[in-house]
């Protein structure tokens, strides 16, 4: 059992919020350290989902009915309330998406289309999520504008001295990862940002794995862009948003064409809404809506400084007992990471790893996790990600120990 | 331990995992295949020699990967030593069914390899356990020179 010192929060009685977290897993009881790829979702969030398929569902900006009132009212609110948990100026400035990835392609292909010309620079960081890659590899086939990375020293952070020789008046926009899904590094966002726009340059950050999980301010950070996924902070999948200042998101075209996004249309061509209507073609995931909404008003209840506090405390825990284990290698920084830790042991191969501790009831991550480059650049095919999220204890960290152990006598 | 982690790992694959037979490579090697399982990063490179009628005189790999990855490729080398083109493919087809679950009794052919029958209760290391197989089989249909393979049969290479 453990104590967070500054934060009144009653750790384990969050944990009934959560009934996923009562399953057993091949016999044993769950132990869930993959939210860094999906977190799972409080009974609130659940709850959200169905009433309003019970007592809201309709189709929204368009019926002149009840519930479609109802449903218009509630998708509205949901952006307004996305729009106040990153800081920004108005809801405006909030475009849903189907998650990090679509936000970052919309970027790429609509933003990048209309501004990006051969010979342009997008920069963009070793560690970065395919996703925050291929859309720009495809973009830059497209164009003929050109990629540069920055790199990843060998302790997981960016090698930020160099960044004066790649950030120069050719990079039109600097794309970067706030947390390091395989390393957990946190990159320092805010000094970024400042740099970028020193140079005309503007940002995009992946904030997939730190919005449900620290303090953000847009306006702080300084950021023009944020892209992030609402199923990797207690809300459901298929939604989350594009944060864009709104000068940046109304000089962008439309992205996607159909219903919704149009003011009038004729045979030959069509007026279009002002962002971010412009950007949201078709019906939208409003059920997704309303449960991201639910999920900020479940994390804000704990609050996102109580949050990290706890994460930080769970994952430099798990540093400190990996490092016990024999032939452990951990990635990325020791200290100031977020709520996860990638390794490597040199008997038993991620997969075998992962596999075994999964026969224990442990559920981890085994793999490139989509990070191919970053992987090649330390010299792996692939680690074991352990993940955490404010329903994880370090008791059941002492678990993932033991497992470890075990899987070392079996496989030497 | 789980019934299903002891037969998924005997202890003769986690023997031919830590010690993998015809390991290295091999010289003149008629063909060569660089096969990949880009799911997870593994990877084998499988050199074959033939003598006459195309039997498999001679075959060795190298790579890496989980235990079932490298017992699979051990294992598979040192079965297929000697066999005629015809009587190799007629063991991935079996060994294949074997591990999809498509065959219940494993055939006594096998010999060694029928302790992977395992795998059938883990799906997602159907793709381990082939990857040597997969090299074999495109070894065996080109039989001179050198190519690549990949577990993921829609990957269009760039």
């Known amino acids: 059992m453990h104590r967070v010192a500054s934060s009144a929060v009653d750790w384990n009685a969050i944990r009934e919020d959560f009934p996923i977290l ?12 993959d939210s860094a790829a999906t977190s799972q979702k409080p009974r609130n969030v659940l709850d959200a989902l169905r009433n309003y398929y019970e007592h809201e569902n309709a189709n929204v900006h368009r019926g002149l009915h009840e519930l479609s009132s109802r449903a218009t009212a509630a998708y509205e609110k949901s952006r307004q309330r996305v729009a106040s948990y990153l800081g920004a100026a108005t809801a405006d400035e909030i475009v849903f998406t189907r998650g990090t990835t679509e936000s970052i392609n919309l970027v790429a292909q609509a933003w990048g289309g209309k501004f990006i010309r051969a010979r342009d620079v997008i920069l963009l960081t070793e560690m970065e999520h395919h996703s925050n890659l291929v859309p720009w590899q495809l973009l830059a086939e497209r164009t003929g504008a050109q990629l540069r990375f920055v790199p990843v020293r060998d302790d997981g952070t960016l090698a930020l001295d160099q960044l004066p020789s790649l950030l120069t008046p050719e990079v039109k926009l600097f794309a970067f990862t706030h947390i390091s899904n395989s390393l957990g590094t946190i990159n320092p966002v805010a000094e970024l940002c400042d740099k970028a726009r020193s140079v005309g340059a503007l940002t995009l950050v992946d904030a997939a794995q730190s919005v449900g999980h620290l303090p953000i301010d847009v306006r702080e950070l300084g950021c023009d862009l944020l892209a992030f996924s609402g199923h990797k902070m207690c809300g459901p999948t298929g939604i989350g948003a594009l944060y864009g200042r709104a000068d940046i998101l109304d000089s962008i075209p439309p992205w996607h064409g159909g219903g919704e996004m149009i003011v009038s249309v004729t045979l030959e061509k069509s007026a279009f809404k002002k962002a971010p209507h412009r950007f949201e073609a078709g019906t939208p995931n409003i059920a997704g809506a309303i449960g991201l909404a639910a999920a900020i008003d479940y994390i804000e209840r704990i609050g996102r ?3 990290f506090e706890h994460d930080a405390h769970l994952a430099g825990y798990a540093v400190e007992r990996l490092t016990e284990l024999p032939g452990m290698r951990v990635l990325g920084p020791r200290e100031d990471r977020g709520a996860l830790v990638g390794f ?20 981890m991550r085994g793999g490139h996790h989509c ?7 330390f010299g792996l095919a692939g ?3 352990a993940s955490f999220y404010f329903y994880n204890t370090t008791a059941e ?16 | 331990m789980s019934p299903e982690l002891e037969e998924l790992y005997q202890e003769v694959i986690l023997d031919h995992s830590r010690r993998p037979r015809n390991f290295g490579d091999l010289a003149d090697a008629a063909v060569l295949v660089h096969g990949d399982n880009p799911a997870c990063g593994d ?29 699979s490729a051990s294992l598979m080398t040192t079965k297929l030593k000697g066999k005629s083109p015809a009587e190799a493919m007629e063991m991935f087809r079996v060994f294949h069914d074997l591990v999809t679950g498509e065959t219940d009794d494993a055939p006594r052919m096998l010999g060694d390899l029928r302790l992977m029958q395992g795998v059938r209760k883990f799906p997602q290391r159907v793709k381990c356990a082939m990857l040597a197989w997969r090299a074999i089989e495109q070894a ?14 829609d990957f269009v290479a760039p």
Do not use: W
């Open chain 1, 383 to 385: 680690t074991t990600r």
């Open chain 2, 140 to 153: 065996l249909q080109q039989s001179a020179g050198e190519s690549t393979i990949s577990t993921e049969t």
């Open chain 2, 43 to 71: 990877e084998i490179h499988l050199g074959v020699r033939f003598g006459e009628g195309g039997n498999v005189q001679d075959i060795k790999f190298t790579g890496r990967g989980c235990a079932i990855s490298q017992a």
């Open chain 1, 371 to 377: 990070n191919q480059p970053l992987m090649r650049r």
């Open chain 1, 397 to 412: 960290i002492d678990r993932m120990i033991e497992i470890l152990r075990a899987a070392v006598r079996f496989f030497s």
């Open chain 1, 305 to 307: 400084s109580a949050i």
């Open chain 1, 22 to 33: 009562r399953e057993q897993a091949h016999g044993h009881p769950l132990i869930y350290f």
């Open chain 1, 344 to 363: 490597v042991m040199e008997t038993a191969h991620p997969h075998d790893l992962t596999t075994f501790a999964d026969q224990h009831g442990l559920a």
